[in-house]
Structures are given as structure tokens and as C-alpha cells.
């Protein structure tokens, strides 16, 4: 049932331009592997084989210092609404910071947001569907503003502080290599 592919066909473009949400993960040579769902419109396919996806504020930073370690992530959608599909993206990631040169050009991909944190930006080196017909059906209502509603109250400092305390380690003690 499963299918692999070199490449985002068009096809696939537009099942991924139509999901709300999708998962990210990545695991470091020793220590616990990280699965994240992400959504808020943070990821934009750059063409066939490159992705990039906005990651923002949140409690942890594991992707970033996963990637120092072990450069590979899995990104992956799956149907929630009619026809049943999963999609995984495999490849490699370079972590994109506010102060590296390419910042800009990848952030003005994105809608403005004060918690945009770091951008990764993905080699696809293979595509996956297969079938789904086991997920279940789920109604997307409307995407959450807490996050967003949370860093606009914070100043540039105070979220300065937050990275500081909470995103520079991970839950395995890693350092996350975040620059400011």
C-alpha cells in the first residue's frame, strides 16, 4: 500500500497545502525522540524537494539541538477529512536563526510574528504515502491564538528571557545551539 517517491509531485503539493496540522520528528544519537504537531500556516514548500517550516515559541526546542547531532527529520500529514492518506517528507534540515544571513529570505515566506523563533529549511530526499484507513475523522474548526496571543503581550526582551530559560537545553540536557 505504501508508495515511495523522489519527489513532491503537484499532486501531493496541493494534499499538503490542505492539511491544518502535521507532525514533525527527530531523535539525537542517544536520548528520546521528539514528535511535534505544528500548524498556524508555518510551512511553505519551496519546490519538489525543499520545504521550510516556521517554528515558533513554544515550551522546548528538541528539533534544533537534534539536528546538530543528527541531521534527519521526518515531517508527516495525514487526511483527517475524506479520502484517507498519510504523507511523510524524509530528508535532512538546516536550522535557519534571526541573526544567519538567509533569516529574511525565509522569514518573508511567513507571516510577521514576534515568537518566530528559528526556520528549518528541509531536503526532501523521499516521499511516502500510504493508505490511512485506519486515522480517524476529525472536523478542523479554526487554528488556536494562544501561542499567538501569548508572545504578543511579551516584549522583545521577555521573550529573549523565555528562550534563555527555556529553549537553549532540551528535556536530555542537549544544547540547542539558538542564536538571537
Known amino acids: 500500500m505504501a508508495t515511495i517517491y523522489k519527489e513532491i509531485s503537484q499532486k501531493l503539493q496541493d494534499f499538503i497545502a490542505k492539511q491544518h496540522i502535521f507532525f514533525v520528528a527527530t531523535a539525537a544519537q542517544e536520548g528520546r525522540v521528539n514528535l511535534s504537531p505544528k500548524g498556524l500556516d508555518s510551512l511553505r514548500i519551496l519546490d519538489k524537494n525543499h520545504v521550510a517550516w516556521l517554528n515558533l515559541t513554544g515550551s522546548g526546542n528538541e528539533t534544533a539541538a537534534h539536528l546538530l547531532e543528527v541531521n534527519r527529520m521526518t515531517i508527516m500529514f495525514c487526511s483527517f477529512e475524506k479520502n484517507p492518506m498519510i504523507l511523510r517528507l524524509y530528508g535532512t534540515a538546516e536550522t535557519v536563526h534571526r541573526p544567519d544571513a538567509k533569516w529574511d529570505e525565509y522569514a518573508a515566506l511567513f507571516k510577521e510574528d514576534k515568537g518566530m523563533r528559528q526556520i528549518f529549511v528541509m531536503k526532501v530526499e523521499a516521499v511516502q504515502t500510504s493508505c490511512g484507513y485506519a486515522v480517524p475523522f476529525y472536523e478542523f474548526k479554526e487554528d488556536r491564538n494562544v501561542l499567538t496571543t501569548w508572545t504578543e ?15 537553549m537545553k532540551t528535556i536530555d540536557n542537549k544544547p540547542t545551539g539558538m542564536k538571537f
Open 153 to 167: 503581550r511579551k516584549s522583545g526582551d521577555e521573550l529573549k528571557e523565555y528562550w534563555q530559560k527555556k529553549n
